[in-house]
């Protein structure tokens, strides 16, 4: 059901079939060679989400953007961001389904604070930086240091990655032994929902 190991790899390879494809809706389309599991189609959808708040991030930062552009890519970027922490609780709801299946986690196991949702999440995160990274590698006009600096940082990415690859793997080992649970955490944002937000159902002008 889980391989934190193909997780990383998926991400990684979906990443670079997306580089320089970005949709405004960030939506992935059918030839995106999105994968036919269910859990692994989460985890793909879940990763094009966080691909697209990086990249709207970036847009946002341009120094010649416009009030009127930061503001547009702000609400895409709240709006990105749901949708990245909705799929990341829907890789735990699958995995918990699965596990339920099989009694599983064990109600006396050891609890464990961060879900495999938080973790897949991370991992989708630290492909980019991966990825962008190796692209300052190999810039041609950056100046003199910048690519012996990004091979330091590539090499710090790396292992932090292969860490949290370790990390999964071997949590999810211990919860299918009965040793250690997981449970569903729901991030309950606030900012998206006008009856929740006093900003929102206040008014602007009320603050």
Known sequence: MLSAQLIADLQDRLTCEWDGQISDLFVPTSDMCVPTDKFLMTVHAQHFANFGLWHTEDQARLPQATDAE??????TIDRTNQRRNDLAEECDA???DYLAARKLPSPTAELHSETPGMIIDRLSILSLKLFHTREEIDRTDAPPGHAERNRERHRILSEQRGDLVSCLDHLWTQVLRGERRVKQYRQLKMYNDPTLNPAIYRGAGNR
């Not at 930061?70 to 609400?75: G, M, N």
Request: proline content about 0%; aromatic content about 0%; overall charge neutral.
């Open 70 to 75: 930061i503001a547009e890519e702000k609400r």
């Open 94 to 96: 699958l995995l918990l």
